[in-house]
């Protein structure tokens, strides 16, 4: 579910929507029908996944949200390279990182997406077992800045979502989130929370969501 604004706490308007991995891990143009099914059962946001393996007509997924009156966000859920990662030890690994999401973000403005959410700090997978460099942390802020800076020319929100252990070392508890978020400097800069990774890493769900309040976008409510 999300807002239209944020903060989400302090403004009391929800959205609640559905992740197209309800239905489907590739979406194409043969889909729309399960943006009516979700407009039928009252939902007014609904999330699509990119990445290097999912071709779709993106202005027809646009003009047909719009005429449900459904809120699109985007999010790099598919085929997402490895070496495409804002935070890595490589730096020519960080500017393919930057230009991937980029590239995202383009493609979530011709879709008419208000945002772009995932772990995009890093790459859901990569799980370093090592002392994080002194240096990790702000490398990945700096770069969200830049990220941010560049979605709000596209008026489009960036959206960090904290993963548990297992999927990534970096960002894993609301937290983080916040901290880095407050690192990156950027007023188009949120989190979104999933109670996927929260069951982990959080032990109060309630003092989570109050922590990234002031910055909260989102939250994914996942059955396990």
């Not at 903060?7 to 309800?22: D, E, T, V, W, Y």
């Not at 699509?48 to 007509?57: E, I, K, R, Y």
């Not at 047909?64 to 690994?93: F, K, T």
């Not at 090592?130 to 959206?159: F, G, M």
């Amino acid at each position: 579910m999300n807002t239209n604004s944020v903060p989400m706490i302090n403004n009391g308007k929800f959205r609640f929507g559905a992740h197209q991995f309800l239905w489907k891990a590739q979406w194409t143009d043969g889909d729309l029908a399960i943006l009516d099914r979700a407009r039928a059962i009252g939902l007014t946001t609904f999330e699509v996944s990119l990445g290097n393996d999912v071709h779709f007509d993106y202005g027809r997924l646009r003009r047909h949200a719009e005429g449900l009156g459904i809120e699109l966000s985007i999010g790099p859920g598919n085929v997402w390279p490895m070496d495409c990662d804002i935070s890595h030890d490589d730096p020519g690994n960080r500017t393919k990182g930057l230009a991937w999401h980029k590239h995202l973000l383009e493609r979530a403005a011709e879709c008419g997406a208000v945002a772009y959410c995932g772990a995009m700090y890093s790459h859901p997978g990569r799980v370093c077992r090592r002392q994080p460099p002194a240096d990790e942390l702000p490398r990945a802020a700096e770069n969200l800045h830049i990220l941010a800076k560049y979605a709000a020319s596209l008026d489009v929100r960036l959206v960090i979502e904290p993963m548990s252990r297992f999927r990534n070392h970096l960002i894993n508890t609301s937290r983080q989130a916040v901290q880095l978020a407050e690192m990156a400097d950027h007023p188009n800069l949120s989190i979104n929370l999933d109670t996927y990774h929260m069951i982990t890493e959080e032990r109060d769900y309630g003092a989570a969501i109050q922590c990234a309040a002031s910055r909260l976008w989102g939250i994914h409510a996942c059955e396990n």
